[in-house]
Nanobody, 125 residues
Framework: EVQLVESGGGSVQAGGSLRPSCTVS????????IGWFRQAPGKEREGVSC????????FYAYSVEGRFTISSDNAKNTVYLQMNSLEPEDTAVYYC??????????????????WGKGTLVTVSS
């Protein structure tokens, strides 16, 4: 059974940092595109950062590039999202997701096949 389990969300003040993690099981980690999405109340779920299975290239949403960094420990089947300089606008439920798609535009909601249940990140001013 494919499972993705997030942890490490929380509540921080603006300017703070968090590093949620996502541990996956049920498939070969290196064969899947994996990344992070987020959804704020009343908004669509959006891709935050993903790593492609094809060439290990990475994608960052414009709003987080330079502040967030995606990384992984393949031996542990775990992906991380280092979030620095957090802003109130980053407040959302953050979801880990995976896909067997290896083409372009790989960090979009419709491409993802498997989802975790999410971890809440709250940033106060």
């Amino acid at each position: 059974e494919v499972q993705l389990v997030e942890s490490g969300g929380g509540s921080v003040q603006a300017g703070g940092s968090l590093r949620p993690s996502c541990t996956v099981s049920g498939f070969t980690f290196d064969d899947y595109t994996i990344g992070w999405f987020r959804q704020a109340p009343g908004k669509e779920r959006e891709g935050v950062s993903c790593r492609s299975s094809r060439d290990s290239s990475t994608f960052y949403a414009y709003s987080v590039e330079g502040r967030f960094t995606i990384s992984s420990d393949n031996a542990k089947n775990t992906v991380y999202l280092q979030m620095n300089s957090l802003e109130p606008e980053d407040t959302a439920v953050y979801y880990c997701a995976a896909s067997d798609y290896d083409g372009p535009d790989y960090c979009v909601y419709s491409r993802m096949n498997y989802w975790g249940k999410g971890t809440l990140v709250t940033v106060s001013s």
